[in-house]
C-alpha cells in the first residue's frame, strides 16, 4: 500500500503565509511528478502547482509569485510554501503523486486525503 498524507493546512488570516506537506509511504521504488490540487467549497479541484523528480516546476497563473513548491527526494516528501494567502485562496488542498511500487510496473497515481485551508480577510 501506498499513503499519501498531507499536514499544515489552518485558518490564517490575508497576507499571511503556511507551509503544506505531503509525505508518501509505503512500498515505494521511485516517485515521478508530485503536485498539489485544491478545491474550493461549489468548485472544481484544480491544479496548483507540479514538480518533477528533477525539480522542474509548474503553477497555476493565480499562485505564481506566492506559492513555491519543493520536494525532498530522500523523504518522500513534497511541500507547498505559501505566501501572501488571499481569501480566494481558501480550499482543501489534496497532494498527488506518480509512484511506480516496484521496478516492473508503470507508475500509479496516487491522492492524499487533503488538508483544508481557509484565509480571513
Known amino acids: 500500500q501506498v499513503q499519501l498524507v498531507e499536514s499544515g493546512g489552518g485558518l490564517v488570516q490575508a497576507g499571511g503565509s503556511l507551509r503544506l506537506s505531503c509525505a508518501a509511504s509505503?512500498?515505494?521504488?521511485?516517485?515521478?511528478?508530485m503536485g498539489w490540487y485544491r478545491q474550493a467549497p461549489g468548485k472544481q479541484r484544480e491544479l496548483v502547482a507540479t514538480?518533477?523528480?528533477?525539480?522542474?516546476?509548474n503553477y497555476t497563473d493565480s499562485v505564481k509569485g506566492r506559492f513555491t513548491i519543493s520536494r525532498d527526494n530522500a523523504e518522500n516528501t513534497v511541500y507547498l510554501h505559501m505566501n501572501s494567502l488571499k481569501p480566494e485562496d481558501t480550499a482543501d488542498y489534496y497532494c498527488n503523486a506518480d509512484i511506480k511500487r516496484n521496478i516492473f510496473g508503470p507508475p500509479m497515481n496516487y491522492w492524499g486525503k487533503g488538508t483544508t485551508v481557509t484565509v480571513s480577510s
Open positions: 509505503g512500498r515505494i521504488f521511485r516517485i515521478n511528478g
Open positions: 514538480i518533477t523528480s528533477g525539480g522542474n516546476t
